[in-house]
T-cell receptor, first 112, second 108 residues
Framework: EAEVAQSPRYKITEKSQAVAFWCDPI?????LYWYRQILGQGPELLVQ????????DSQLPKDRFSAERLKGVDSTLKIQPAELGDSAMYLC??????????FGPGTRLTVT | KNEVEQSPQNLTAQEGEFITINCSYS?????LHWLQQHPGGGIVSLFM???GKKKHGRLIATINIQEKHSSLHITASHPRDSAVYIC??????????FGTGTRLQVFP
């Protein structure tokens, strides 16, 4: 069964360092989402792609976060520089157009 | 006030018990999702509802659009059902609005 892949699964980094996460959506899914989930809270959308275009990045802290999906397939989310408050689970999801979202296993980030 | 409210926040049960988790929302929606998140973090979609009721194995999800309320029921609960259950609604966009989740622990 096709799955959304994410790597790494866990990342520990020091504050002020750069960190990057990778997501490979289910083949054929045009829409890709990056979410941040702080412990004890529901996921919060950071950025949504339709193919290679950003549809919604209104909640992305653009001074330190960036996201790209250059060929409309896999995607990278970067944080530079990381801050203590960025410690969270970063989830990627993909979906066919306007349909159910399929989530990846997530990357748990700890900033020390 | 959150647009999606879940209750209870935490729930413990003995194996075999019938469990209900509730979700209320305040916006117009095109669909409601029930998701399951295990301690490792990955999220699995259980149901997507726009009306009525759906059943999958021991799980049942219902929605009342007029009352803006949905319930997730687990019959004959089992320790492997222990997880966080998240309600998410989709207004008339692609964006999901998530509840904060209900943490369920089922003890043998």
């Amino acid at each position: 069964e096709a799955e959304v892949a994410q790597s790494p699964r866990y990342k520990i980094t020091e504050k002020s360092q750069a960190v990057a996460f990778w997501c490979d959506p289910i083949s054929g899914h045009a829409t890709l989402y990056w979410y941040r989930q702080i412990l004890g809270q529901g996921p919060e959308l950071l950025v949504q792609f339709q193919d290679e275009s950003v549809v919604d990045d209104s909640q992305l802290p653009k001074d330190r976060f960036s996201a790209e999906r250059l060929k409309g397939v896999d995607s990278t989310l970067k944080i530079q520089p990381a801050e203590l408050g960025d410690s969270a689970m970063y989830l990627c999801a993909s979906s066919p157009v306007r349909n159910e979202q399929y989530f990846g296993p997530g990357t748990r980030l700890t900033v020390t | 006030k959150n647009e999606v409210e879940q209750s209870p926040q935490n729930l413990t049960a003995q194996e075999g018990e019938f469990i209900t988790i509730n979700c209320s929302y305040s916006v117009g929606i095109s669909a409601l999702h029930w998701l399951q998140q295990h301690p490792g973090g990955g999220i699995v979609s259980l149901f997507m509802l726009s009306s009525g009721k759906k059943k999958h194995g021991r799980l049942i999800a219902t929605i009342n659009i007029q009352e803006k309320h949905s319930s997730l029921h687990i019959t004959a609960s089992h320790p492997r059902d222990s997880a966080v259950y998240i309600c998410a609604v989709r207004p008339n966009t692609d964006k999901l609005i998530f509840g904060t989740g209900t943490r369920l622990q089922v003890f043998p």
